[in-house]
């Protein structure tokens, strides 16, 4: 109690030296006191014990000379109040070390006089504000509040970037830094540059614009032995037309003072300027620079509404000084291993480097870290389950073998033996298939089923919509058929009676393998011994139902099969899953001729169609759905496009219609029309872009395409080109804009899905990334400000391999006591932290 008291002196009287200095040192009245009597009564009252005899001497003096005070010239009295200033930020800053820190003797100089001057709107907010809090000992978990000069209203806008201790400010990491700490002499400035130079005022003026009145204009020549510059800065506001403010501002750069400035050049048809500056008074120009920014690389933080810049540099700056606490929970081995800076310093660096070269050893120290915890809980998650061994007691593999029908591609191949050996491991496969459409990933899936079944388990493939399910059914059953396997299908449409008899079959074992919808994750689903999930189009599934598939087994293996492509980066640095990767089509395929028209080619389109349609083939016209909250109009326009088709310009096809209120069976009884060749042309919402295989379809009009995005315009042309004959896929569009015919642009160019994802990803910016894991603050990432990819890579492949270390050595992690905490901490936030959901 005693100690908060002394605290709560030294705020009011830092503060009243603030608002002293603010107003040009003019001795304030205040409510009681003038400044001076204010200063020279509290120096020399009994101070508390933490006061040194050096401290008190100091006191006395001060204390006797703001006696004088009136009488004194500005400078002296500027001079007074920085050395009053000086005295108290040290004995507050010792004040917090005796209480947290005892190692902490180092004594700052003075907080920056100048820079408080000049910055008058936060330095009278500071001094008006309501509500000041006592202050406490700096400590890792103190609430913000208690920081000098953070009143609980400011704390509380703290609050909005999720700021609410020291820790939370210290690992809240910039997401850039401006580069001021180079000095240059005036001869060698370069345009744009952000640099600072000293020099000393030649000329200082302030004045408001005639033509605004709104506008204050400080201008101030600044001149070193190789030449000047012009400084110039702009006040928008009537307090600064204020005389009083101008003549304040100019008593405190007087001609001749010595200053450093921060800022960037220009050089324009007056010479050069430096905009945008900072500038702090020196004693001589060897001084040293107090300020936050002027003469630092400054960083710039991920901020919100309401919260400037300044404010959380001086929130950071306040807790920097305990960063040095903070344990570093990775074993001095592995450090040295993998030569990382430690915790602490990474942390002090991140914020305020020395240099580019330890910011960016913070950077890779930090980036580490995240890739590193991430690794290990997905590590030990899995170390917690115990795999299913398959053991194989038939030979259904090399049957099938004999019956398939192709050869398997190289890359087929690659996928089956990455499976294989996933299966025989001691840890549950958990593996994404990624290819291109057409590329053959059901045949890799059914290896994988196939595995589960001879080793006596059973088997679950789950699609995202009944069309699909049911296309696995047909060919799958095909196959197994041959090999003597019972498989059902289930989903919502299936029948009462048969429902019944599946279920039972499954729950007594008797069916080895069950094909289906969301409909197998309903409670009534039970499965005798579950060994293997494979999850189609798993992008289409929510977490929740993909681990409610899982929980109907003890940890079955899990495999997902997607088409739509991840860009590489993101799944190598984000995935706890093992990808494989068919990069290969089957061969004979004919690359889809893909054509971008205007609507005046549309009888061109037409043409083809017919064409193609006398040669026995089929046609899927596409309509987008505009927005969800309109699905109702755009299946209306389906309809009505369908009516116009088959009326008007086919009159001679028959035309079949899928959208997505149509029943199930409505939707089968469409697809299998077309399947069967009884329509000749197939009118679709984007219900036919997940997986439908009709080989006989050749072309593909795709109206309004630059409403969809290029993934889903790649998965759409994946309906057609799925046999040996040449496909077209005709790509409508009026709209006019660049970026939407570039964008369009990329689908002609290229089939492989890869690079359209990547040039999609660039398009669109870097924003909305599905599969990452949405970490902090405004999206943010500490491993976007790695310089280079390559090196993001490298770092994450060493993370992997600590983290792998790690677990081999103790997979309790116990022995690392530190480490359990830290990791424990990550644990609970990447708990159920699936990446590709
Ligand atoms: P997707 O990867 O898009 O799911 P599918 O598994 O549906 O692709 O395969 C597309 C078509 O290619 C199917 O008709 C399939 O039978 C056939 N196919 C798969 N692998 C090969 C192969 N190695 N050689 C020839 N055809 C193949
Ligand atoms: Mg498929």
Known sequence: MESSTAHLDINRLQQALTVEAERGFVNLQGRQYLFADFLSLSLGQNLPPVWDSSDRLQAQTLSNQYAKYASLPISQRQHLVAETRRLLYDVRRREIAAASAPQLTKKPKTEILVKQATKTTSARSNSTQTGTTALKPLSLDLNLQYLEGISPKVAEKLT?????????????????????????????????????????????????????????????????????????????????????????????????????????????????????????????????????????????????????????????????????????????????????????????????????????????????????????????????????????????????????PFQLTGAQNRSISEIRADLQGTTPMNRLVQGDVGSGKTIVAVYALLAAIESGYQAALMAPTEVLAEQHYRKIVEWFNLLYIPVELLTGSTRTAKRRETLSQLETGELPLIIGTHALIQDTVNFCRLGLAVIDEQHRFGRDQRSRLLQKGEDPHVLIMTATPIPRTLYLTNSEIEVSIIDELPPGRKPIQTTLLKPSQRKDAYELMRREIAQGRQVYIVFPLVEESDKMEDVKAAIQEREHLQSVVFPNFKIGLLHGQMTSSEKDEAINQFRRSETEILVATTVVEVGVDIPNASVMLIEHADRFGLAQLHQLRGRVGRGAAQSYCLLMSNAKSEVAQERLKVLEQSQDGFFIAERDFQLRGKGKDEGTEQSGHAGFSIEDRLSDEAKRLELYQIAREAAERLIKKDSTLESFPQLKAEFDHHYQRLQGGAIFT
Do not use: M
């Not at 020549?221 to 501002?249: C, H, M, P, V």
């Not at 929970?329 to 310093?345: F, V, W």
């Open 160 to 404: 909005r970037l999720d700021l609410h201790t020291v820790e939370d400010v210290l690992n809240y990491y910039p997401r850039d830094h401006i580069d001021y700490a180079r000095q240059i002499e005036i001869r060698n400035l370069n345009d744009g540059e952000t640099v600072t130079v000293i020099g000393t005022i030649h000329r200082y003026s302030c004045f408001t614009s005639p033509k605004n009145p709104n506008l204050t204009i400080v201008e101030i020549i600044l001149r070193d032995r190789t030449g000047q510059i012009k400084l110039n800065r702009f006040w928008a506001g009537k307090r600064y037309s204020n005389r009083g403010w101008q003549e304040q501002q100019k008593r405190l750069y007087p001609q001749g003072a010595t200053v450093a400035a921060s800022g960037v050049v220009k050089r324009g048809k007056y010479g050069l300027t430096l905009e945008d500056f900072d500038i702090e008074v020196l004693d001589h120009s060897q001084d040293r620079i107090e300020s936050n920014t002027i003469g630092r690389v400054v960083p710039v933080y991920p901020l919100t509404e309401g919260i400037s810049p300044e404010l959380i540099r001086r929130v950071v700056i306040q807790c920097l000084p305990i960063a040095h606490k903070i344990a570093d929970p990775i074993p001095e081995k592995l450090r040295k291993d993998y030569q990382l800076i430690g915790l602490a310093e990474a942390i002090a660096q991140v914020h305020y480097p020395d240099d580019s070269e330890k910011l960016e050893a913070a950077i890779v120290r930090l980036t580490f870290d995240k890739y590193f915890y991430r690794r290990l809980v997905s590590l030990y998650r899995r170390n917690q389950q115990k795999a299913i061994q398959f053991v194989p007691r038939s030979h259904l593999i090399e049957k099938l073998e004999a019956i398939l």
